[in-house]
């Protein structure tokens, strides 16, 4: 097995050792594994993982393929070994790194729809039936992934290879993949979010993986060709994978066999390919990296004959808007060419070559539902004024410049919530002030004249920073994050800050603090930024500059109060308000059903925020309850004033709010209150509404 220095082979006698306990709801895939893998490369130590509760491994840590196959499910017990002069530091971040789900985003836990069982039609019956992937109905023709050009022959002469000349070969379409991946993560970046480009950073952990590399030059050195002996180390990667009992580790396999893909086609000018034409694009799989090509303009649709809800294909079809179906069974792929397709992502129907009626009823929904769209959208410039004269500012949740170019043309009215900390993570050091200003002015220059608030650094233990030395905790979600760990490291904040301050000369800006709990902990703050603007503005704070904070802790909701004089404006996180309020991990799937902002619990909290900022500061939501058709309204009655939703649901959101009474509605809520959970709460308002 491989080391962190590349000798060779594993320690015999460790110098240190911890066992950790995995949370994760799919145990170590692949983005897990490559947080570990980048971690672990940091330090002048070699590391390797046992576990405990299988009794498999060793495996090396720098090796994404071996960590894989190690079969990690939640609730797995690993002992992890460590060796080599930074032992204990290496050891203690992965502790930590464990501790916080290894950074884990949520993202597979939450596919779409239920396994519809009867969606085939015209004899396509093999297996259990289509899965739902990606919400909406597509229809066209069927289409196929057309071949990239014909490979050339690897070794050019038809000799004996040369064992130097095709290393480098190796070498070589392993860095232009590299260059793919990362552009791919950076534009993905940008456009979904770091969670979507986390999945080809993950990829370029799997480039690298030492189980795949040193079997594939070993077999290089033994005479075969780089195309041949990539191939075999990629084989045997993804045999160890099938092997696994865990269908969801089992169908990682599919990176692997992406990453091997990928490189193979460079080597042999075989090329990446693409949809035979517009339409419902049917295929085996789709590699990440086809699957970030597609567009909703081209491809209607997706069948996948394998996959399922939880690859990463399906994630970034659901981010990018186009309905999918998985698991549709081979028979879809001998489907002839231009076939019609129905697929209803949401179901997780599928119908193939429908009768006219069918045919026509569900082009009546598509059009309907694209009709009901275009009318929001047209409106959505419009501000958004409820039945009884009430205006409700909307606005949105960015993550990217491309998302503040999106809200703008989608009509929001600023930004309550930029996050910020995806210019922090998943790199070796903190950007300096120059480039936080550069992409906070690009950010705001987006929404021209419009109120753009930016979240401070918020990471802590459950996002670790490499760079940022953390003790482990025992307990992530109620340790250092947030404003306790920017106080803790508050040069990282006065960089901030500086940044924020240069932009707000010129734009209206808001600076929202996360994770407060207490009035002193702004008191700080206020102080950090008053320093920033004695060097920067000589002591004069912007006009359009506001301080606010997020209100995440019940404690801080009931004594709102208290931040009266201290902030321009608070702005409640429904996300983590619920689950602190119901003591209900907002990412663990058990307890779902107990994560919903509707709980009367929660509702009370937010009252007692409105009534405490009556005249003194302005109160909005940026959590997921903002864009809920059913708390949206709620939480406007309540005396939110400022809604913060994604900016694809703003044109909804606005068109939803223009048909309630909000007086009405704020008269019946105390009946509501006094409910016992979100689902009885739900079902009163749902009957309301029908």
Not at 424 to 444: H, N, S, T
Not at 538 to 544: E, H, K, N, Y
Not at 634 to 663: F, H, N, Q, W
């Amino acid at each position: 097995l491989g080391a962190a220095t590349g000798s060779g082979a594993l320690p015999a006698e460790p110098v240190a050792r911890a066992e950790i306990t995995v949370e994760n709801p799919h145990g170590l895939h692949a983005r897990p594994v490559a947080r570990l893998v980048a971690l672990v490369r940091e330090h002048n130590a070699q590391l390797s993982l046992r576990n405990l509760t299988t009794g498999a491994g060793p495996a090396a840590a720098t090796s994404p393929t071996q960590l894989a196959t190690l079969g990690v499910q939640r609730g797995h017990r690993l002992q992890v070994e460590a060796t080599g002069p930074a032992a204990r530091q290496a050891l203690d971040a992965v502790v930590t790194l464990a501790r916080s789900g290894f950074g884990d985003d949520d993202l597979l836990t939450a596919a779409p729809g239920p396994v519809a069982t009867n969606g085939r039609v015209n004899g396509l019956s093999n297996g259990p039936g289509p899965q739902a992937v990606s919400p909406g109905i597509g229809i066209g023709p069927a289409r196929f992934w057309r071949a990239g050009p014909a490979p050339r022959n690897g070794t050019g002469d038809g000799g004996p290879p040369d064992a130097d000349v095709e290393l480098r070969r190796l070498h070589d379409a392993r860095e232009v993949v590299r260059r793919t991946l990362a552009g791919l993560a950076a534009s993905t970046r940008a456009e979904l979010g770091a969670a979507e480009a986390a999945i080809f950073t993950a990829h370029e952990a799997i480039l690298d993986d030492p189980g795949l590399t040193g079997p594939a030059e070993t077999a290089i050195r033994a005479g075969q060709s780089a195309e041949a002996g990539w191939s075999r180390a990629v084989a045997a990667a993804e045999q160890a994978f099938a092997a696994l009992a865990d269908p969801y580790l089992r169908e990682r396999g599919q990176d692997v066999r992406a990453v091997g893909d990928q490189v193979l086609a460079e080597l042999t000018g075989g090329g990446a390919g693409g949809p035979s034409g517009e339409g419902v694009l049917v295929v085996r799989d789709l590699t990440p990296a086809q699957a970030a090509g597609l567009s909703r303009e081209h491809v209607t649709a997706i069948v996948l004959a394998q996959g399922s809800a939880t690859s990463h294909a399906a994630i970034l079809a659901r981010s990018r808007g186009i309905p999918a179906v998985a698991g549709a069974g081979d028979d879809v792929l001998q489907l002839p060419e231009a076939t019609a397709l129905i697929v209803d992502g949401t179901t997780g129907l599928l119908l193939v070559d429908p009768p006219d009626d069918v045919l026509g009823r569900y082009r009546a929904t598509a059009a309907e539902q694209g009709e009901r769209a275009a009318a929001e959208q047209a409106r959505a410039g419009e501000p958004a004024v409820t039945r009884d004269g009430r205006r409700v500012h909307v606005e949105a949740n960015l993550g990217s410049v491309q998302d503040a170019l999106d809200a703008a043309r989608l009509g929001a009215e600023g930004a309550g919530l930029v996050r910020t900390e995806f210019l922090f993570l998943d790199r070796a050091a903190a950007p300096d002030v120059d480039e936080q200003e550069q992409l906070y002015r690009a950010i705001a220059e987006a929404l021209p004249g419009l109120r753009v608030t930016f979240r401070t650094l918020d990471v802590g233990g459950d996002k670790p920073l490499p760079y940022l030395r953390t003790t482990p905790e025992a307990n992530p979600f109620l340790g250092v994050r947030g404003v306790r760990l920017t106080l803790a490291a508050p040069q990282l904040l006065r960089d901030q800050l500086t940044a924020l301050v240069r932009v707000a000369r010129e734009h209206p800006l808001g600076i929202m603090v996360p994770m407060v709990s207490t009035p002193g902990e702004l008191q700080q703050v206020h102080v950090l930024l008053a320093d920033v603007l004695r060097a920067e503005t000589g002591g004069v704070r912007p006009p359009g500059l506001e301080l606010g904070v997020m209100v995440e802790v019940p404690a801080a909701a009931l004594k709102a109060a208290a931040f009266a004089g201290l902030v321009d404006f608070v702005s409640i996180g429904t996300n983590d308000l619920t689950q602190y309020t119901l003591a209900a991990e907002r990412g663990h799937a058990g307890l779902s059903a107990l994560g919903d902002a509707l709980d009367p619990g929660v509702l009370r909290l937010v009252e007692a925020v409105c009534r405490a900022g009556a005249g003194r500061f302005r109160v909005g939501v940026c959590g997921e309850a903002a864009a809920d058709p059913l708390a949206g309204p709620v939480l406007a009655a309540l005396g939110v004033t400022e809604l913060s939703v994604s900016p694809a649901a703003l044109p909804a959101v606005k068109a939803r709010l223009r048909e309630i009474d909000l007086a009405d509605l704020a008269e019946r809520l105390p009946a509501c209150l006094a409910l016992p959970d979100a689902g009885a709460v739900r079902s009163v308002l749902t009957s309301e509404r029908s």
